[in-house]
Structure formats: C-alpha cells, structure tokens
C-alpha cells in the first residue's frame, strides 16, 4: 500500500487513517513494525501540530491515547490495496 507523506496529511481535524511506529500503547503485540489505526490532528485550530490516535492499554484491556511516530496516513474509505 502506498501511504501519503506524514506533511501532506490535513491538519484540520479530519480523522485520518494513520500508519503508526508505536512507542507505547501499540495496538498489536508485535511492535517492531509501523500499526495501522484512526487518528486526526488539530493544528489549524490549535495552532499546536500534535496527533492524536487510538492505541491500547495491554494492562487494562482497553483502547488509550497512542504514543509514537505517525509515518504516513490515507483517508478514511480507502481501500487497502
């Protein structure tokens, strides 16, 4: 699958499909590879360029705010292909 550059993504608060290199919270037991999950940006109405997106809490079982480095996005609908 192609990803878009991380720059070009909107930064409106659009909620996004994000390719993640997780550093905490990974959705998935295997860490060593970039995760796919949903997550937007606010900078336009923030004015602070800072991702929000899904991760999970192993601990408690639950989803919790993910910690890492977004690497690329795709809008949501899209298709993996």
């Known amino acids: 699958m192609n990803w878009n550059p991380t720059d070009t993504a909107p930064r409106d ?3 996004l499909r994000l390719l993640v290199q997780y550093e905490e919270h990974p959705l ?29 809490d192993w601990s408690h079982d639950s989803f919790a705010q993910g910690i890492g480095e977004v690497v690329g996005w795709l809008p949501m609908g899209s298709k993996n292909e």
């Open 28 to 56: 998935d037991d295997d860490n060593t590879q970039p995760q796919e999950t949903i997550g937007f940006n606010t900078l336009d109405q923030s004015g602070i360029d800072d991702w929000h997106f899904a991760g999970w």
């Open 13 to 15: 608060g659009t909620l």
